[in-house]
């Protein structure tokens, strides 16, 4: 089965920190992907990545990054966070022959 | 744009009743449709995809889903729900260079 691994299930830290979420795929999937989940809104792509080293904007990216430098790890930065990015972060993978994306188990980040 | 629209927040059914979460999406080309389930503080679990061939796909835990081109709808169903099919219900369509597009989701209440 394809397993998708987020670092932490909860993190709280302060406003203005720096924050890593790490995610890892044992699948060898081309594509890795960062969304965003708050109720009402469904899932909002923050990043795409379809290679190592490449990533494309998605839909809210600002105050974010990523980075990918090995092809099973994707990591989202918050450069300096906000209490308007308290949400539920889920990553996700998928492969060039496989349509369907794999999803990890969630972090939930609450920014105080 | 690509986009899928969830209309309802809530289904409630009683259990042993057929299962409807409704979904139409408005995409250029063949759409490539799926559906995901999320279960309380966890991640997505995908459950069925179109692509293309039969209108009636057949997925996990006894779910299936029709798809209608003249109504561009995905409708998920089941007939006979159970009370552990309570869980929030995602539908989302490709795009782009595998991107997925989200409904808000749907909230689906199996009352015993």
């Known amino acids: 089965d394809v397993k998708v691994t987020q670092s932490s299930r909860y993190l709280v830290k302060r406003t203005g920190e720096k924050v890593f979420l790490e995610c890892v795929q044992d699948m060898d999937h081309e594509n890795m992907f960062w969304y965003r989940q708050d109720p009402g809104l469904g899932l909002r792509l923050i990043y795409f990545?379809?290679?190592?080293?490449?990533?494309e904007k998605g839909d809210i990216p600002e105050g974010y990054s990523v980075s990918r430098e090995k092809k099973e790890r994707f990591s989202l930065i918050l450069e300096s966070a906000s209490t308007n990015q308290t949400s539920m972060y889920l990553c996700?993978?998928?492969?060039?022959?496989?349509?369907?994306?794999?999803f990890g188990q969630g972090t939930r980040l609450t920014v105080v | 744009a690509q986009s899928v629209a969830q209309p309802e927040d809530q289904v409630n059914v009683a259990e042993g009743n057929p299962l409807t979460v409704k979904c139409t999406y408005s995409v250029s080309g063949n759409p490539y449709l799926f559906w995901y389930v999320q279960y309380p503080n966890r991640g997505l679990q995908f459950l069925l995809k179109y692509i293309t061939g039969d209108n009636l796909v057949k997925g996990s835990y006894g779910f299936e889903a029709e798809f209608n081109k003249s109504q561009t709808s995905f409708h998920l169903k089941k007939p006979s729900a159970l009370v552990s099919d309570s869980a929030l219900y995602f539908c989302a369509s490709r795009y782009g260079n595998n991107r997925l597009a989200f409904g808000k989701g749907n909230q689906v209440v199996v009352i015993p």
């Open positions: 990545s379809y290679d190592v080293k490449m990533k």
């Open positions: 996700a993978s998928s492969s060039l022959m496989n349509t369907e994306a794999f």
